[in-house]
C-alpha cells in the first residue's frame, strides 16, 4: 500500500524554497499541492513542474487550502496574519531561516503551535550536513570542559556593499536585523547545539552603505561578537555580508583546546594536536540536497509516527538560537553585555527547556 503524504503548500518562492522542493517530493513524505509567491509567473511556472495550483494573493491561498503542512520562505512582515490563521486551522509550519523578525515575534509563533498542537519549526540543513553531525557525535566522546575558546564566521564575500533589493516603502523595524539574522541562524544554532547558550555576548555591529539614509532600512552587514559561557569557555562569533572569500570562509567553526583544537566545515571534521598537527581526520561526501531530505524526512516521520518518532530538533532550539541574536542586537544598542540564557529562562515558553 503507498504511504500516506502531508499535502504540502508553499509560501514565497525564492531560491532557498525552491531548492525545498525537489528534495521534499524525491522523500516520497509530501506532496506539493499549492505554491503562492507575488510574482504570478514564478508561481504558475513552479506550479507547471509539481501539477498543483498556484496564487499571488497571499489571502486566497490560505483561504483555498486546506493541508497539513506549510513551507514558508515569504518574510513574515509580508505574511504573519496568514501564517497566524494557518496554525490556527492546524496547519503544521516550516519556516525558513530565520524563525522571525525577533524574539518575541518567534515566542508568539511557538506558543500559537502549541496551543493548536502543531509545530512551528525552523528549517536548518546544516544540522543534517555530515560534518556537523559528526562534531556532535564526537563531542560526546570527550569531556567538553577541556575547550577554551570558539570562533565561529560567517562571511559571505559578496562584495560591493551596496544592495539591489532595498524596500524604502516598508518600516524599517518590519524588516528585522541584517548579516546576523538573515545569514547566521545555522551556525549560531551548531553553537547553542553543542555548547548551550552562552551566558554573555558583547556585540558591535556597523553598516557601511554609502547612502546613510539607506542604512535603517539594511540592518548590519558587518557584526562582531563576544562570547561567555559557563565553564570558562569563551568565543567571538564574526558576520560579515562584504568580506571573506566569495563563497563563505573555508573554515566556518573551530574549538580550541590545550590538547587538542577541532575545525568543522560543512563535510569534514578535522582534530589537531597541541602543535596543530593533524591527528585524526573525518571526510564525508556532501550535498545541499541530501541535508534537506534528510531535515525533511525527519520532521515527515514525527509526524507520521509522533507516539514512535521524536523530532531531533525542536522548536527549544529554534528559539534559544533567537535568543541569542536578540541578546546580541541588545547588547549593539545598549553597549553592555546582555543575557541569551537569561533571557530564553525568562520567556513564557517555560516549557520549552534547552537541553
Do not use: W
Amino acid at each position: 500500500m503507498e504511504q500516506a503524504k502531508f499535502k504540502t503548500a508553499v509560501l514565497g518562492l525564492d531560491d532557498r524554497a525552491i531548492s525545498f522542493l525537489a528534495p521534499a517530493k524525491e522523500c516520497g513524505l509530501f506532496d506539493i499541492v499549492s505554491v503562492a509567491d507575488s510574482d504570478m509567473a514564478k508561481a504558475e511556472k513552479i506550479s507547471q513542474q509539481y501539477n498543483c495550483t498556484a496564487f499571488d494573493d497571499f489571502r486566497q491561498f490560505t483561504l483555498q487550502n486546506d493541508v497539513d503542512i506549510l513551507f514558508v520562505a515569504e518574510p513574515l512582515y509580508r505574511c504573519m496574519e496568514h501564517v497566524k490563521t494557518a496554525i490556527s486551522n492546524r496547519t503544521n509550519v516550516l519556516k525558513l531561516v530565520p524563525t522571525a523578525a525577533n524574539f518575541n515575534e518567534a515566542g508568539e509563533l511557538i506558543k500559537l503551535a502549541q496551543k493548536n498542537k502543531v509545530e512551528y519549526l525552523t528549517a536548518c540543513p546544516m544540522r543534517f550536513a555530515p560534518g556537523f553531525e559528526r562534531l556532535c557525535d564526537y563531542l560526546k566522546t570527550v569531556d567538553i570542559r577541556q575547550f577554551y575558546f570558539i570562533k565561529a564566521y560567517t562571511c559571505l564575500g559578496n562584495g560591493s556593499c551596496e544592495t539591489n533589493s532595498l524596500d524604502k516603502n516598508i518600516d524599517p523595524k518590519l524588516l528585522g536585523g541584517g548579516v546576523l539574522l538573515n545569514n547566521c541562524f545555522e551556525l549560531i544554532d551548531e553553537i547553542v547545539l553543542n555548547f548551550s547558550l552562552p551566558q554573555q555576548v558583547y556585540a558591535l555591529m556597523t553598516n557601511q552603505t554609502a547612502d546613510k539614509k539607506a542604512r535603517q532600512y539594511l540592518g548590519e552587514d558587518t557584526m562582531e561578537i563576544s562570547m561567555k559561557f559557563a565553564n570558562g569557555l569563551i568565543g567571538n562569533f564574526t558576520a560579515a555580508k562584504h568580506f571573506g572569500p566569495a563563497g563563505g570562509v573555508a573554515v566556518p567553526l573551530q574549538i580550541y583546546g590545550p590538547e587538542q583544537n577541532i575545525a568543522v566545515t560543512m563535510n569534514r571534521l578535522a582534530v589537531y594536536d597541541s602543535s596543530n598537527k593533524l591527528i585524526e581526520e573525518h571526510k564525508y561526501p556532501h550535498s545541499p540536497e541530501k541535508c534537506i531530505a534528510e531535515m525533511l524526512i525527519d520532521l515527515g516521520r514525527a509526524l507520521l509516527m509522533s507516539d514512535e518518532y521524536k523530532l531531533r530538533y525542536g522548536a527549544r532550539h529554534d528559539l534559544a538560537a533567537m535568543a541569542f541574536i536578540e541578546s546580541a542586537y541588545l547588547s549593539a544598542k545598549t553597549a553592555m553585555p546582555e543575557g541569551p540564557e537569561k533571557l530564553y529562562e525568562i520567556s513564557e515558553c517555560d516549557n520549552l527547556p534547552l537541553g
